[in-house]
């Protein structure tokens, strides 16, 4: 007998989806940034400055995620009342384009006579060099057809002079595009960065705060050439990158050799320690957006999301700076006064909880940092008494 009522089987049920919300689609890294920076907003581009910059306070996750959504930071500080007050002046970036132009005029024959009279080692002095076209269609373009010239130059055993090279430097989880002054192909497979700086080098010696900056600087760009040179049959990046500044007063040009293996194993350091942007813009709230149009509150509560770690040397690196001031001073926090004040205070965290310690008000008596306040305090103390007591202190 069938096991199916008269009439054959019954009809087929269309299978319904369980009740419930839709899922939502998935959101590349892409889409979300470019949300946050803004629908209509071009992303800014984060060179080396910036980059050596943001390895520098690795700990700040606020730079971390604007610079990897592309955000503009002076628009943005604008946009929140508190201006960068700082930057190149028009003067000295014409200045700086006109002496580059000097260098690297008929073929780089300067730059090379240069480079060779630095870091000659016995070769053949450079009678020209190859200098390949790095024309492409954006950054990403740009970066594989300078990986391709950086490959072919090596092959062909000659000197070969790249001009504004496009490297691309993996930051965060984000890709970073860094565009160095030019990269000198050598005919054993030496890779040599080049930084052409407008300020002057006097007596064969140049500001130490300038050629710091630049060393850094120079060492983000050997980090991009690492990855190229690793899957480069003969390649080798120089750690000795070579300084062209004008020769004292004038506009003729001189170099010198700076040697940046520190810098690029404190950058590669700092960098492996950056937060991943995609996991910072997780945890910010729904609806957040950096986008200049919106109002100051809205970019105020936006930024506020994002922890920061400010310090006074972000002053004369970051362009929102002033506004991280502004914060940590209406927290009172320990921050502003410097990192070396903050590693010698310990768990106290607040301006008012260290004058609270010293006055012997809060904190506990045994803590190594509570005991040497409130000696500090009692010192300060008795000095203030005898002056006021008419002893004269020596």
Known sequence: MSEYPAGGPPPQIPATRAPGPRPKPTTTLRQRLAELRGPSVAPHPLD??????????????????????????????TALGSPAAFGQSQFAFVRGNAFEAKVKAD?????????????????EAPAEATVPDLTAAGPEGRAA????????????????????????????GSPAYLEPDAVVVHPDGTWTVVEIKSFPMIDSSADAAKVGAAARQSAVYVLALERIASVTEGAEVGHRVLLVCPKDFSNLPT????????????????????????DIAAALPEGATFDPGRSPEELGSAVEAVPAAYAPECLAA????????????????VESLG???R?????????AGVLAAAAGKEGDPADPTVAALRRAAALRAEALAGVDGGVPCH
């Open 255 to 278: 170099a010198s050799v700076v040697d940046v293996r520190k810098q690029r194993a404190v950058t590669s350091r700092q960098l492996t320690r950056l937060t991943r942007v995609e």
């Open 339 to 341: 990192r070396s004040v």
């Open 145 to 172: 057809r300078t990986a391709l010239a950086l490959r072919e130059a090596t092959a062909a055993g000659g000197w070969a002079l790249l001009d504004h090279p496009m490297l691309a430097l993996e930051v965060a």
């Open 318 to 333: 970051c362009e929102l700076a002033f506004h991280c001031r502004a914060k940590a001073r209406a927290e009172g926090a």
């Open 48 to 77: 080396a400055r910036a980059l050596a910059a943001l390895a520098a306070n690795p700990g700040c996750k606020r730079r971390a995620l604007l610079d990897g959504a592309g955000v503009d930071k002076a628009v943005l500080a």
């Open 343 to 351: 590693g010698e205070l310990g768990g106290l965290t607040t301006v």
């Open 107 to 123: 073929g780089g024959t300067e730059l090379l006579r240069l480079l060779f009279e630095q870091l000659g080692g016995g070769a």
